[in-house]
């Protein structure tokens, strides 16, 4: 069966230092890869994707991820994290031929320590 | 450029009473629709789904119902609420135009609350 998953809860990070948020899916074919964040009681945003190409992509707010392949891993980096970084993230797998539906992580809470 | 309207932000309705959320979407033609459900601040549920006027897929047997009565308008019922109806939704577009890569844009959310 075709899964994302987010296997950090939670993820606590000291504001400057880096921030990685990890994701590994199970899809078959190349997939279409997604970074959203969520601010308490808002919609999601889009913050970057993967769909072919360079495996690392950039995307808002300072925010990269790169795509590993072998791994089947689409891991977050942000390279000095700031307070106002603290959110919900999912990450989101499209599968080729799914008729466009996206797969969703549980998603991973974000929290900078100042 | 496209903008997405999800109204109302917030509502508090008791148990049995009729719902309706609405969504619309602006400076896109066609696009598809998205109601999704966000239980205790985490993972989101896909509810319906739309590709066109008038054609709505279920993808979780409910209490709820969504139409779509013009391109860039989806709504989100109920006949009567239950209390496990409690939740934040959302709705999202998804563009279908040539070179499109899937990702999909959201609203801001509703939530729901019903006592």
């Known amino acids: 069966a075709q899964s994302v998953a987010q296997p950090e809860d939670q993820v606590n990070v000291a504001e400057g230092n880096p921030l990685t948020v990890k994701c590994t899916y199970s899809v078959s074919g190349n997939p279409y890869l997604f970074w959203y964040v969520q601010y308490p009681n808002r919609g999601l945003q889009f913050l970057l994707k993967?769909?072919?190409?360079d495996n690392l992509v950039k995307g808002s707010y300072g925010f990269e991820a790169e795509f590993n392949k072998s791994q089947t891993s689409f891991h977050l980096k942000k390279p000095s994290a700031l307070v106002s970084d603290s959110a919900l993230y999912f990450c989101?797998?499209?599968?080729?031929?799914?008729?466009?539906?996206?797969?969703w992580g549980a998603g991973t809470k974000l929290i900078i320590k100042p | 450029s496209q903008t997405i309207h999800q109204w109302p932000a917030t509502l508090v309705q008791p148990v049995g009473s009729p719902l309706s959320l609405e969504c619309t979407v602006e400076?896109?033609?066609?696009?598809?629709l998205y109601w999704y459900r966000q239980a205790a601040g985490r993972g989101l549920q896909l509810l319906f789904y739309s590709v066109g006027i008038g054609q709505i897929s279920s993808e979780v047997p409910q209490n709820l119902s969504a139409s779509r009565p013009q391109d860039r308008q989806f709504i989100l019922s109920s006949k009567k609420l239950l209390l496990s109806d409690s939740g934040f939704y959302l709705c999202?577009?998804?563009?279908?135009?040539?070179?499109?890569?899937?990702?999909?844009?959201f609203g801001e959310g509703s939530r729901l609350t019903v006592l």
């Open positions: 999202a577009w998804r563009s279908v135009y040539r070179g499109s890569t899937g990702e999909l844009f």
């Open positions: 989101a797998v499209r599968a080729p031929n799914s008729n466009y539906q996206l797969i």
């Open positions: 993967y769909i072919t190409g």
């Open positions: 400076g896109t033609s066609n696009p598809n």
